[in-house]
């Protein structure tokens, strides 16, 4: 419960951004005497050294951080559930060598190959860096569904629709499908606070999302350097990582206990 | 007449690791346009195994044994291209199973499910389609069709679930309907009103259908033949009536005679001694021999054919040749 609201808080509050901030988040105040402010009514979170309102970038964080999570996570869900119902559902040859390559793909260390493609193009754009990071998580999707589609193909109502003649599509898309939406949803809810994480991890290296958008990873860079004089600057980012990665993992986990029964 | 369904020596084989069971092992049947075959035995002689071959619904690793023959119209179904077969499954013969509740896909409305069979055979519309599932639903006798047909399967009863899928099964108008146990999970006043559904719908559209259960009670008052099954063979074949008074195998003799009677009172029922042996390993010869009260050398050592006893009975029993062996 406390995950789906604050869930729904962030994402209002991302949505709503532009009409929400105090200050234009790339708007440098005053460079001479704005820098570095402590909260304040005025400015709730302080200011950064350029004298940005720490509130309204971290608001517009929310906006770029939750739209990179949920574009990701689409794309590696459907790629996912596409991989593991084409190997569910085909079995033998097909399925040996899908799950060869799912578990080749499991043994590379993640963040590094992302830390290399994204190295090694450079001016990728947000576009780019949703592209990469939804190819690269779709695993847990695939081995989750292909689960499901294994052990749903042995209840009694697959067979009886069997009996009825519909085509291994038909079957797929109006029977099967519905059923995996439980794991499906529990999976990319799971999957967004994941990809929050990455997504944080990749900015702070300065390879993520690039300045001037602001970013809670690339924020923390920033604030990493006046920690002892102005800890707020990265502390707020910081706190919204927590927050939001921690809401859509109880989020996830509830939404997992209510779906599913046999988890509890 | 001819024959709509031509069975000849089906084997269906389950492989696991060594062992092979044999669970359906060579079954021969005709079955005849608009007839009920009913098909009786116990847990685990083969009988749904039989019934899923015919459609080809058996899944790895199962298989039916190369040279099994299914014909129907002319066409053996075991060779038929996946598309033909799917034309045959639920267009041409429609199964209905066991247990309703888990033969419907709990996600789906039941009415998309009738009109997901009737998109698969004809070019209907999706209003089409529920239009027609609310009518089917009418004629499988499930009051306020309007109402029901978008209702999900757990919001209707264990009896109800079975008249979905009924209408779902008849959605197409199929030749042959095969009823594996369709009773066999419902209380004993549903099972009869099922059983009358059946009947009735079975003589408006004219279909055959090949009905499988363990109780014969039941086979005896809806079937025009029976076929006993035992061991993955059938083991007794006759009509309905002829099996009833003159059973000529020990088998079909003890079934006989441990099912309860209403105008009899005995204070225990009879038992066959002993389980249906393991399908990876049936008895040498005769595969009743271990659990006949009636069993000589002869008995393990070969298994006999299905002998003819005039008129149309047919047991698979050394008892049929050498009569004077029954121990009374």
């Not at chain 1, 459907?78 to 060869?100: E, F, H, K, Q, S």
Request: net charge negative; proline share 6%.
């Amino acid at each position: 419960m406390l995950g789906l609201v604050v869930v729904f808080v962030l994402c209002v509050a991302a949505a709503l951004a532009p009409w929400l901030v105090p200050y234009d988040p790339a708007a440098q105040l005053d460079l001479a005497s704005g820098q570095y402010l402590d909260p304040s009514v005025a400015h709730p979170f302080g200011t950064d050294f350029y004298s940005r309102d720490l509130f309204s970038r971290v608001l517009y964080g929310a906006r770029i951080s939750l739209t990179v999570a949920f574009l990701s996570v689409l794309l590696s869900v459907t790629i996912g559930t596409a991989v593991g119902l084409i190997a569910g559902l085909a079995g033998g040859a097909v399925d040996m060598v899908l799950m060869r390559l799912v578990d080749a793909a499991l043994a590379v260390p993640r963040l590094l190959l992302l830390i290399v493609v994204l190295a090694l193009w450079e001016g990728i754009g947000l576009w780019g860096l949703i592209l990469i990071l939804g190819l690269t998580s779709w695993i847990d999707a695939s081995r989750i569904v292909r689960g499901e589609i294994l052990s749903l193909k042995t209840r009694d109502f697959v067979t009886a629709a069997r009996a009825t003649g519909i085509g291994a599509r038909r079957l797929a898309w109006s029977h099967l499908l519905p059923n995996l939406a439980a794991p499906i949803i529990v999976t990319a809810t799971l999957g967004i606070g994941q990809i929050i994480l990455t997504e944080a991890a990749l900015s702070y290296l300065g390879i993520g999302v690039k300045p001037p958008m602001p970013s809670w990873g690339s924020m923390i860079a920033e604030g990493q350097q006046a920690l002892s004089n102005a800890p707020w600057v990265a502390t707020f980012p910081g706190l919204a990582i927590v927050v939001t990665v921690v809401a859509f993992s109880l989020l996830g986990d509830g939404l997992r206990d209510a779906l599913d029964p046999r988890s509890r | 007449m001819n024959p709509l369904l031509k069975v000849r020596d089906l084997r269906t084989t389950f492989t696991t690791g060594e062992s092979v069971a044999h669970a359906v092992d060579g079954v021969s049947f005709d079955l005849y346009p608009g007839e009920t075959l009913g098909f009786v035995g116990e847990s685990g002689c083969g009988k749904t195994v039989m019934a899923l071959s015919i459609l080809r619904l058996i899944e790895a690793p199962g298989e039916i044994v190369a040279g099994s023959v299914i014909e129907y119209d002319g066409a053996n179904l075991l060779g038929l291209p996946p598309r033909e077969l799917r034309r045959i499954r639920g267009g041409e013969i429609a199964m209905i199973f066991q247990e309703p509740t888990t033969s419907l896909n709990p996600v789906l409305t039941v009415g998309s499910q009738i009109a997901e069979t009737l998109r698969a055979h004809n070019e209907v519309s999706r209003n089409e389609a529920r239009h027609r599932a609310v009518g089917l639903l009418d004629l499988v006798g499930i009051p306020d069709p309007d109402k029901r047909v978008d209702q999900y399967p757990h919001q209707l009863s264990g009896g109800m679930q079975q008249r979905v899928m009924i209408a779902m099964a008849l959605s197409c108008e199929p030749k042959i309907l095969i009823a594996d146990e369709p009773t066999t999970a419902l209380d004993v006043t549903i099972q009869a009103q099922i059983l009358e559904l059946l009947a009735t719908l079975q003589h408006q559209l004219g279909m055959a259908m090949i009905f499988i259960t363990h109780d014969l009670g039941v086979v005896a008052g809806i079937a025009d033949r029976i076929a006993v099954m035992y061991g993955g063979h059938i083991v007794e074949e006759a009509a309905t009536t002829s099996l009833f008074r003159r059973a000529a195998h020990p088998y079909t003799e003890a079934l006989l005679k441990a099912a309860p009677r209403i105008d009899a009172r005995t204070d225990r029922l009879s038992v066959i001694p002993g389980a249906v042996p393991p399908a990876t390993d049936w008895p040498v010869g005769c595969r009743f021999h271990t659990r006949c009260p009636h069993a000589w050398e002869h008995c393990s050592g070969a298994v006999p054919d299905l002998l003819p006893l005039p008129p149309e009975h047919r047991a698979r029993c050394w008892l049929v040749v050498e009569p004077h062996r029954r121990r009374t």
